[in-house]
Nanobody
């Protein structure tokens, strides 16, 4: 059974940093595309970052480039999202997600763009104040 458990969210002031983590278990061997998404109240869910684990390629939304960094720790089976220079527009529920099988990086990027990931965590809330 796939389990994705996010942690690290909380309240922070604008200009600060947070590091979100996603503990991964039960993901099918070979599943190699993972991403972070967020959804703010009244807004659609958006993909903020993704990683094609086997190639190491990373993808970022234009709105977060230069501030968000996605990384993986295979030994610890975790996916992380480092967020720096927080601003109030980053306030949202953040979700970790994974595709269920092996795909190439082009397909990974396409699926992330569409939010077409099969497995999702419960989310961790990030709230940024001025």
């Amino acid at each position: 059974q796939v389990q994705l458990v996010e942690s690290g969210g909380g309240s922070a002031q604008a200009g600060g940093s947070l590091r979100l983590s996603c503990r991964i278990s039960g993901v099918r061997a070979g599943a190699n595309c993972m991403g972070w998404f967020r959804q703010a109240p009244g807004k659609e869910r958006e993909g903020v970052a993704a990683i094609h684990r086997s190639s190491g390629r990373t993808f970022y939304a234009d709105s977060v480039k230069g501030r968000f960094t996605i990384s993986q720790d295979n030994a610890k089976n975790t996916l992380s999202l480092q967020i720096s220079n927080l601003n109030p527009e980053d306030t949202a529920m953040y979700y970790c997600a994974a595709t269920p099988n092996y795909i190439d990086w082009v397909t990974c990027r396409g699926r992330w763009t569409r939010g077409d990931f099969g497995d999702w965590g419960q989310g961790t809330q990030v709230t940024v104040s001025l």
